[in-house]
């Protein structure tokens, strides 16, 4: 089992910073790619920005510049620092994992339950 809880969103101005933080934990063999995505209401879910355990990071345009991906050396938690916020990010962030689990070798990707950020103009 593998469990991914999110922290950090909330409510914030345009203009204005926050910090996700992503933290997995079970029975788990590798953390390969971990990464955040973002769904508004009535869009599709969206990649916001991965990071790969040799810390190769890719980002949505939209955010390019903006955002920075970072994880821990261990591997086991993933940050998203969110600068000069716009309306437009506004969203759930949901946590992404792609896991090998130790019981079965399984290899797939986890979600977490998302975190709300709203951003006001």
């Known amino acids: 089992q593998v469990q991914l809880v999110e922290s950090g969103g909330g409510l914030v101005q345009a203009g204005g910073s926050l910090r996700l933080s992503c933290a997995a934990s079970?029975?788990?063999?590798?953390?390969?790619?971990m990464g955040w995505y973002r769904q508004a209401p009535g869009k599709q879910r969206e990649l916001v920005a991965t990071?790969?355990?040799?810390?190769?990071?890719n980002y949505a345009d939209s955010v390019k510049g903006r955002f920075t991906i970072s994880r821990t050396n261990a591997r086991n938690t993933v940050y998203l620092q969110m600068n000069r916020l716009k309306p437009e990010d506004t969203a759930v962030y949901y946590c992404?994992?792609?896991?090998?689990?130790?019981?079965?070798?399984?290899?797939?990707?986890?979600w977490g339950q998302g975190t709300q950020v709203t951003v006001s103009s």
């Open positions: 990071i790969t355990s040799g810390d190769s990071t």
């Open positions: 079970g029975s788990i063999f590798s953390i390969y790619t």
């Open positions: 992404n994992a792609d896991v090998q689990i130790i019981a079965t070798w399984t290899r797939r990707g986890y």
